[in-house]
């Protein structure tokens, strides 16, 4: 489904990936994992087009879709729940998922609209009770549902989520890695970068070990599980 | 080095373009001309000045060549914009004197340029005659004469002000309250208002201002109203005094006698007005009311054949401002038809030979004690009568 | 890339002393002494402003205040008290500092458009008392009279003289600030401009930083500004308004405020093109003005000075 | 003098940091041995910056003392911090990215070297003088970090690695007491690393006390004395390398509980 | 002799402030809508208060269009000028800073006064009122009817932007720009087109001033830079991007004017509303509701 071959990223002219090939197979979880600063966060800003790569191409269902700009992406299917959530932060709850249609709103009546939106509340109950809230007076929890769910309101068939689990209390960490599961088990394909190893291998089929802009492990997700180097990779040797 | 590089090339750019335009500016003349220098605040904040009198002076060098010249001579007339700055003014006349060589300098527009520049037309002995209205242009304080080589034509505002009080006390009228933009022009006629008050028995009891660029005057008038005076003047050009009319005929304050400034000359103001002109008197000179002169006015034909030319050629109504230009242009044409561009004699001429000129804001008559030569008849009073002038007696 | 070598210095200090000669030998060019004058003390306030906004990354639109503070303060004691000029300058100097200070503590504290608002206030409010102190100032017609310069017997009574004094002036101040520039000072001030936490990190006292250069351009706008009184003899609130401080941004910005020679770069060329150039222009002379400053800005992020580099880098794309 | 208070250049006590409500930093205590080499730890989010900047004065904390060398420190200003012989890097490059390697040092000798700004704009023989001792002293810090070369290049030409041990020079130029450097490793690569981790070894060997937050672990478990991890704004564990590695509480912190 | 009591007068200060002030909030909202969506200044936003005035003047007395169909081409035209001065003069610029768009957009201010001024030449010109100019009496104070459609025309441009920033999701996306420029890009929306449309917007809003302003003031070529400096100072008044702020900040500042000048001298009155803003942001840095919070949150 989606295909990267090769691709090369600077930031600030410092270059944060080195030639990183990584395949996304349709219908599949597939996890990145490393420590801070590996370049997981900018592979994903490489795919939506938040940043320009200098080298390599990235192919999404035979579309190169290498120089499309970053608000077109979410039009093709692909919508990144980016890092530290990235709400509108002023705006409220319901405002936020609703922007998350924005690319069809025009094209669609408000019924199927609300649809989504009603589904978009089925996922996190918690959300629809804070839907007047202001989305940045929100837990941090409260916040990465929301920002996942504003990601699902562009209709994704990819969906690049980028450290969840990030500040966030371990039961909620429980919950949202839940409900990855469930979206994937109701046919999205997820691309998900974690720092938090154990939980990104457990719900992966397949994985991508970064470390400093190198994939240096590459695997089955359960065997990841158990190799040692990943524990290296992590705490050092 | 790079630095060393741009320097060079900086200053060579300089010198090249200042070459260049100067170069295409002026093909090579045969015959020798006249040259007048005129100095006019052509754009910028007050253009409403500069503009009629840089329109007036080339029409009037127009025609004269057209004519044929001065006993064959052309007049070539050079203006620079001023744009009302001190800055400007001061350079454009040095230009005037030591590169274009000119014999006689008409502007500039405003009091205060005019003021910054006198010095210099002192120093370098030049005729020049302002076409600004504060009297201190021709008044030296610390000898009491007017200055040498500096002549002026407009009515001073103690004309203007005269008047009015003349007129108030004619009335019986001496609770006054006076209005003013707080341009140069405002607050010069403001300085005349206060310093002739006590002179003609008026009591001002009120001394409200605004700003060139105001959008509401209410907020003073309001206040005025508040202290109830007979009779209110107003000091100012531009958009503003006819705001002032409007707000004040909003705020139900016709009944009280309004007197605008002899800036208030032109019949677009009266439009603009839309109908709250009606009433306001005004201190006129000659060439706003060509028509309202009796057939044996000395003054009628010369107001009614630039008022024409004007109209044609430039197809918009007469500002009186243009006259003050007027006049100049025809004082330096008739020294230089004399006596030829020699400057001194044109001094001497301007101050010996100008007897009797009629020109559009009176008839003047220059003395070696009075460089504006203009009496207390250069203003007749007007009113607005259904949307046009009338002669207020 | 920063360093002011001395060559160019040298190579300016005799562009300077040669122009008025040069210039008096090609008759149409003959006033450009006249107007360099002016340039020169335009140059003045630019330097300070160079330091103050490229350098410290503080944008004033004040500074025609400062500028008028100079004028008027020189005007009145000169020519209502009968002081002697040079005792006025210096007066006026530090009263401008005084104000300068006064203003800046709590202004400078303010960042982004909430200085350049604060700094425009001051600028109209201090234009406004220049208009209305008709006793002191002389109101909106301005004050005549203001006597010019002269140092023991030597009168600075023509063109050239005077020139010659406010050039001496600029490269005064130019290399009292290029030096500053290049000193620990001067670092801490780059430092500041590129990265506040960075500076203060190093032990710079960003705010004191701060007011000391307002401060210091806000004397140099003073000098500017008495020496402008008393080469023209004659001062009006207009010289003072809101739009002068404008030109003055515009003329950092064109030049390229980056670098000092910006300032010199600017104040020259924009003179040049309002005094002089633009004129041939007549009607069209606003449109043209905007145009030129629109396309620098657009075309010439860096300013004036950064052509060279841009050349180069475009010289070493095309290879 | 007491002998332990000596013993501590930093004393952190009860420090908390809430940003509207939210807890970034809660009830925090440690020390930092004087010329020892102390790493803080800890997954993403868990405070080691909001620490950073504490100390070095971007703000204070809403609660709690600093003490360096037995002086509170926690209400001054952070230019007044770095005169007391704190000096800092950052997480994000901060550079002066428009001076040269040499200015950016002589720029870290501010705190020592002073001139007034008369006394430079007529550059007295007195500033003349400083100056030179600026030159002189960044000279040699730029010779100890192995920049020498590179002096008079701009600061951002520099590749990622040198731009770090040029921020850690510049820090070194004040001869600070204690150096605190933010994440000095992230983003190079292993040859780069080793020259940051053997310049911080040397660093310390000057007897000049290293607070550091890194990320990677090599680097953290090679060089330091002691470490603190923190987790949620909290001190989860502090204590040697090796009974860092193999505490369950940092293992889950890191690699996630149960998921 | 007619006379007026002190509470009229009072009175009649206030309703002055208010219609000279609402100019000012409308000129000011117009600078926080581009600001909000780009942190720009836009110090040309006063010369479309020009030139929606003059353009008024050429469709409804120049061409005796009705004020029906004058008034909405009037204030296409001013947004087709907002789009072009954005096109042609913001977005060409690569490397922005603050200075560097301030002289843009200064540039720009100089440069549509020029052409302005080769149009319409330095005259000022009339518009008759939209109903007429016969004055009504309120409390011994007087109102001209062209005040209340001032007012009536901020409040209706207050109530379209909150409907149009509220409801609409165009205007949710303008504010979701404003609040994170690449989360806007990540839901699809083109951010470029934001900043094009909020340059429409606020030119279109300083169009309605200048429509409703030049019955009472008059208009000519050279007014824009003067209004600009006062909506300016009414934005930063009330707290840049807040726009219950703008309109706080543009009718305080009215009204200060108003007071001041009937009050106290009418020569420094506009020295008093600069003293008044240099005075609250000396202790509030941020103007009166310029909390980045609160302004963003409270849109309306």
């Known amino acids: 489904m989606l295909k990267i071959e090769g691709i090369s990223a600077a930031y600030h002219s410092i270059p944060v990936l080195k030639d990183v090939s990584i395949h996304v197979p349709k219908g599949k979880v597939v996890s990145i994992i490393g420590a801070n600063g590996s370049g997981k966060s900018t592979l994903l800003k490489a795919i939506s087009g938040l940043i320009k790569i200098n080298q390599g191409r990235i192919q999404y269902q035979d579309q190169d879709i290498t120089a499309i700009p970053a608000h077109r992406i979410v039009g093709l299917g692909i919508s990144l729940v980016p890092e530290g959530r990235q709400l509108f932060a002023h705006l409220s709850v319901q405002d936020n998922i609703r922007l998350g249609a924005y690319h069809y709103f025009k094209k669609s009546n408000r019924a199927e609209i609300e649809q989504s939106v009603k589904q978009a509340y089925q996922i996190f109950p918690i959300l629809e009770k804070r839907s007047k809230q202001i989305a940045g007076t929100l837990s941090g929890g409260e916040q990465q549902m929301l920002a996942i769910a504003r990601a699902l309101m562009g209709r994704p068939e990819l969906l690049l989520l980028d450290e969840p689990s990030m500040g966030i209390a371990p039961l909620i960490v429980r919950e949202i890695f839940n409900v990855i599961v469930n979206l994937n088990q109701a046919g999205t394909t997820i691309l998900l970068v974690e720092q938090n190893a154990k939980a990104a291998l457990k719900v992966a089929h397949h994985s991508y070990v970064l470390e400093s802009g190198n994939i240096v492990l590459e695997g089955i997700a359960a065997e990841l599980l158990h190799n040692p180097k990943v524990k290296e990779v992590y705490l050092g040797g | 080095m790079i630095l060393k590089r741009i320097t060079i090339l900086i200053t060579i750019c300089l010198f090249s373009i200042g070459l260049l335009i100067s170069c295409a500016e002026k093909p090579p003349e045969p015959k020798k001309t006249y040259k007048v220098g005129a100095l006019f605040s052509v754009t910028g904040r007050t253009s409403f000045l500069g503009d009629p009198e840089k329109k007036t002076a080339e029409m009037i060098a127009e025609q004269i060549n057209a004519a044929g010249g001065i006993n064959g001579h052309n007049l070539e007339l050079i203006v620079y914009d001023t744009e009302g700055d001190a800055t400007k003014a001061n350079l454009a006349l040095k230009k005037l004197i030591t590169q274009d060589k000119v014999s006689v300098v008409i502007g500039p527009s405003l009091s205060g340029t005019s003021l910054a520049v006198l010095p210099l037309a002192e120093q370098h002995e030049i005729p020049l005659i302002s076409c600004a209205a504060s009297y201190k242009i021709v008044h030296n304080e610390k000898t009491g004469k007017p200055y040498k080589w500096v002549f002026k034509t407009p009515q001073t505002d103690t004309m203007a002000v005269e008047a009015i009080y003349r007129r108030l006390k004619s009335y019986g009228l001496n609770y006054i309250a006076i209005m003013s933009v707080t341009t140069g022009f405002g607050a010069s006629g403001r300085g005349e208002l206060l310093r002739l008050a006590p002179k003609y028995g008026m009591n001002i009891i009120a001394d409200e201002k605004y700003g060139p660029k105001d959008t509401d005057m209410t907020a003073q008038l309001t206040k005025i109203k508040g202290i109830g005076p007979q009779a209110i003047i107003n000091w100012s050009v531009g958009p503003t005094q006819v705001t002032v009319l409007r707000n004040r005929s909003d705020l139900g304050m016709a009944n009280i006698l309004f007197f605008q400034s002899h800036g208030f000359g032109s019949r677009k103001n009266i439009e603009l007005a839309a109908g709250a002109a009606e009433g306001v008197l005004a201190p006129l000179g000659a060439c706003n009311i060509a028509e309202l002169l009796t057939a044996y006015d000395v003054q009628r034909d010369v107001a009614m054949k630039y008022m024409q030319d004007y109209k044609t050629k430039y197809n918009e109504p007469l500002s009186s401002f243009g006259g003050h230009a007027w006049d100049a242009m025809y004082m330096v044409i008739n020294a230089l038809t004399e006596i030829g561009d020699d400057k001194v004699k044109i001094r001497d001429y301007l101050e010996n030979n100008i007897k009797g000129f009629v020109g559009q804001h009176g008839v003047f008559n220059y003395s070696a004690d009075d460089h504006n030569g203009l009496t207390d008849k250069a203003f007749a009073m007007v009113i607005v009568k259904d949307g046009d002038w009338s002669l207020a007696d | 890339m920063l360093q002011i070598a001395k060559l160019p210095i040298a190579i300016f200090a005799a562009l300077i002393i040669t ?99 604060a700094t425009l206030a001051f600028g109209i409010i201090i234009f406004i008392i220049f208009n209305e102190e008709i006793e002191w100032t002389g109101g909106p017609d301005g004050m005549p009279g203001i006597p010019g310069l002269s140092l023991f017997g030597f009168k600075f009574d023509s063109v050239d003289k005077y020139y010659y004094l406010v050039w001496a002036f600029v490269l005064a101040a130019f290399i009292f600030t290029a030096n500053i520039i290049q000193s620990d000072a001067g670092r801490a001030l780059r430092a500041i401009h590129t990265s506040e936490p960075a500076a203060s990190a190093m032990g710079v006292d960003i705010a004191k930083f701060k007011i000391i250069v307002f401060v210091y351009s806000a004397v140099l706008a003073s000098l500017a500004g008495s020496l402008y009184a008393h080469y023209l003899n004659f001062i009006n609130p207009s010289t003072f308004d809101l739009f002068f401080s404008i030109k003055l941004l515009i003329m950092i910005a064109l030049g390229g405020m980056h670098n000092i020679w910006g300032a010199i770069i600017g104040a020259l060329l924009i003179t040049f093109l309002s005094y002089e150039w633009l004129h041939y222009f007549e009607e069209f002379e606003v449109i043209v003005y905007g145009a030129i400053l629109l396309l620098v800005t657009i075309f010439l992020p860096n300013g004036l000075v950064g052509v060279p580099e841009m050349l180069k880098s475009w010289v070493r794309r095309k290879n | 003098m007491n002998r332990l208070a000596q013993e501590h250049v930093l004393d952190v006590q009860g420090v908390a940091m809430t940003f509207g409500g939210l807890m970034a930093l809660s009830n925090l205590n440690f020390q930092v041995k004087k010329g020892t080499i102390k790493a803080v730890i800890g997954p993403n989010g868990a405070g080691k910056t909001t620490l950073f900047n504490i100390i070095t004065g971007s703000f204070p904390p809403t609660k709690g003392t600093v003490k360096f060398k037995d002086e509170p420190i926690e209400n001054l200003k952070a230019h007044k911090i770095a005169d007391r012989g704190i000096s800092r890097t950052f997480q994000t490059i901060e550079l002066f990215s428009n001076m040269t390697v040499l200015e950016n040092v002589m720029m870290g000798c501010h705190t020592c070297v002073r001139t007034s700004f008369l006394s430079s704009g007529l550059k007295l023989p007195r500033s003349h003088r400083k100056e030179t001792e600026i030159l002189d002293r960044a000279m040699k810090v730029l010779r100890f970090i192995g920049l020498g070369e590179k002096i008079n290049e701009p600061a951002d030409s520099l590749a990622l690695g040198e731009q770090k041990i040029l921020e850690i020079g510049r820090a070194l130029a004040s001869e600070p007491e204690l150096v605190c450097l933010d994440e000095p490793a992230a983003g190079l690569n292993e040859t780069e690393t080793h020259v940051a981790s053997s310049l911080i070894k040397a660093i310390n060997a000057k007897g000049i006390t290293v607070l550091l937050v890194e990320h990677d672990m090599k680097v953290v478990m090679n060089i330091s004395d002691e470490i603190l991890v923190l987790n949620y704004g909290q001190k989860i564990a502090e204590g040697t390398p090796e009974g860092i590695r193999n505490n369950p509480r940092v293992i889950e912190a890191y690699l996630g509980g149960e998921a | 002799m007619e006379t007026i009591s002190f509470t009229s007068q009072l009175f009649q200060y206030l309703i002055t402030g208010l219609t000279v002030g609402s100019v000012y909030a409308m000129v000011a909202v117009g600078f926080n809508i581009i600001y909000n969506v780009t942190e720009i200044i836009n110090f040309a936003q006063g010369e479309f208060v020009m030139l929606g005035g ?221 003293i008044v803003l240099l005075a609250v942001l000396f202790f509030k840095p941020s103007g009166i509701l310029g909390d980045i919070e609160i302004s963003k949150i409270k849109r309306f």
């Open chain 3, 19 to 117: 122009f008025p000669w040069m210039a008096h030998q090609i008759p149409v060019i003959d006033h450009y002494a006249d107007i360099m004058v002016f340039v020169g003390i335009y140059c003045l306030i630019t330097i300070g402003l160079s330091l103050l906004m490229g350098y410290a990354g503080q944008i004033s639109v004040g500074h025609a205040a400062f500028f008028g503070i100079g004028a008027y303060v020189s005007g009145i004691l000169t020519t209502n008290y009968g002081l002697n000029p040079w005792i006025c300058m210096i007066i006026a100097m530090l009263i401008t500092a005084v104000i300068a200070l006064l203003v800046g503590a709590p202004s400078l504290k303010l960042k982004g458009h909430y200085l350049a608002m």
């Open chain 5, 54 to 274: 003059l353009i008024m003047v050429f469709f409804h007395v120049g061409m005796a269009l009705p004020l029906v169909l004058a008034f909405p081409a009037t204030v296409i035209l001013v947004t087709l000028v907002g789009i072009l001065l954005d096109r042609l003069a913001i977005s060409p610029i690569r490397q922005p800073s603050v200075l560097t768009l301030i002289i843009a957009t200064i540039a720009a201010s100089i440069l549509i006064k020029g052409i302005a001024m080769f149009i319409w030449g330095k005259d000022p010109f009339d518009l008759p009122a939209f109903s007429g100019r016969n004055p009504i009496t309120v409390m011994g104070a007087v109102i001209q009817p062209q005040y209340f459609w001032v007012i009536g025309f901020l409040i209706v441009v207050v109530i379209a932007l909150s409907i149009f920033f509220d409801r609409t999701i165009i205007g949710k996306a303008m504010s979701a720009c404003a609040d994170n420029a690449d989360a806007a890009k990540l839901v699809g929306i083109n951010v470029k087109q934001m900043i094009l449309l909020s340059f429409a917007l606020s030119a279109a809003i300083g169009a309605v001033a200048g429509v409703t302003m030049t019955p009472i003031s008059l208009m000519e070529y050279d007014r824009g830079a003067m209004l600009a400096v006062k909506g300016f100072g009414a934005a930063i008044l009330g707290g840049l991007g807040s726009f219950p702020g703008a309109i706080l900040g543009g009718l305080i500042m009215g009204a200060i004017e108003s007071f001041g000048a009937g009050l106290v001298s009418s020569g420094y009155k506009d020295a008093f509303a600069l």
